[in-house]
């Protein structure tokens, strides 16, 4: 990208000095209702012109661009503003799958109690040996 700016910048600079050159004769100009003349060079007038120009065209490309550059404003807040809804419901889904895992963690928990205690209740049904009996 350097080297196309050299390759663009150097023969239009080459141009205008060679324009410059060859126009150093002065010209008056004067504005119509002021009493007054102003003696100046040719390529001087030539020059402010072509930079007024310029000028009046990178505004007029600006000015144009504010519908897009305006529409980029609000797509680009409204954007912020989903990411942030988004997070939001991210961070709350976190929470219900973490509180559905708890449920679960829960519901085993309380699954091998309850499997614990019938195994307890059918070792206290069973009849105990004679033996076992003796000994106590």
Known sequence: MRHLS???????????????????ETAELTLWPLPFALPVPVFSIGLVALTIG????????????????????RRRSRLAAVESELATLRARLG?????????????????????????ARREAAKPKPLAALDAS
Do not use: M
């Open 54 to 73: 310029f000028f009046a065209g990178g505004f007029i490309a600006w000015w144009s661009g504010g519908h897009h550059r305006r529409l980029a404003r």
């Open 95 to 119: 929470e219900t799958e973490q509180a559905k895992a708890k449920e679960q963690e829960a519901a085993r928990i309380t699954a091998a109690a309850d499997a614990s205690d019938r195994a």
């Open 6 to 24: 050299w390759i663009l910048t150097v023969p239009i600079a080459l141009v205008v000095v060679s324009f410059a050159i060859s126009n150093r």
